[in-house]
């Protein structure tokens, strides 16, 4: 079955950067585009971000473009997520999420556990 | 940018009883791309329907879809147990993707 496990969360000084990694599993990773969406301590679901499954197309959410990164390493199975100038608004737990189907734009079928990340000083 | 408003912020239901839960759109979708979540409290959120109104696999038949251009509502049929959580709607269709703000299903 498909499984997704983040990680690389952690406390982050406000305009510093983090690296969060989403390892995959139990699917043909090279296949299928992956999403990361967050979720603020006690706030509803916020899209960030996709990316195909060759890597060659990225979509952002317009509060991270610009600051944020999605890349994937398909030999490694793993999707990852640069952060680079964070803020305290961007404190949340961040899910990886496996595509439906073939494509971008497309539902999240399968959803990591999540990992929090927490900007402070 | 595609808002989705959803209501009630919560419902407070018995179990046996029928949810009705209303996602509108700022603009028209086209409901083969929008999909609900389920959010279960403490657990990462879960597929319950893509493509408008197909169930995800696993997902039991009192949760139906339906809906089209800019409203659109998810029924839950007889309220179990399992079904006390949080709900999104997602449209899918147009960058960037969007969820509503979600409906606290409660238990009364």
């Known amino acids: 079955q498909v499984q997704l496990e983040e990680s690389g969360g952690g406390v982050v000084q406000p305009g510093r950067s983090l690296r969060l990694s989403c390892a995959a599993s139990g699917f043909t990773f090279s296949s299928y585009g992956m999403h990361w969406v967050r979720q603020a301590p006690g706030k509803g679901l916020e899209w960030v971000g996709v990316i195909s499954s060759d890597g060659n197309e990225k979509y952002y959410g317009d509060s991270v473009k610009g600051r944020f990164t999605i890349s994937r390493d398909n030999s490694k199975n793993t999707l990852y997520l640069q952060m680079n100038n964070v803020r305290p608004e961007d404190t949340a737990v961040y899910y990886c999420a496996k595509v439906g189907k073939l494509g971008v734009f497309i539902w999240a079928d399968s959803w990591g556990q999540g990992t929090l990340v927490t900007v402070s000083s | 940018e595609i808002v989705l408003t959803q209501s009630p912020g919560t419902l407070s239901l018995s179990p046996g009883e029928r949810a009705t839960l209303s996602c509108r759109a700022s603009q028209g979708v086209s409901s083969s791309f929008l999909a609900w979540y389920q959010q279960r409290a403490g657990q990462a959120p879960r597929l319950l329907i893509y493509?408008?109104?197909r169930r995800a696999t696993g997902i039991p038949d009192r949760f139906s879809a339906s809906g089209s251009g800019t409203d659109f509502t998810l029924t839950i049929s007889r309220l179990e147990p399992e079904d006390f959580a949080v709900y999104y709607c997602q449209q899918y269709g147009s960058s960037p993707l969007t969820f509503g703000g979600g409906t606290k299903v409660e238990i009364k």
């Open positions: 493509v408008g109104s």
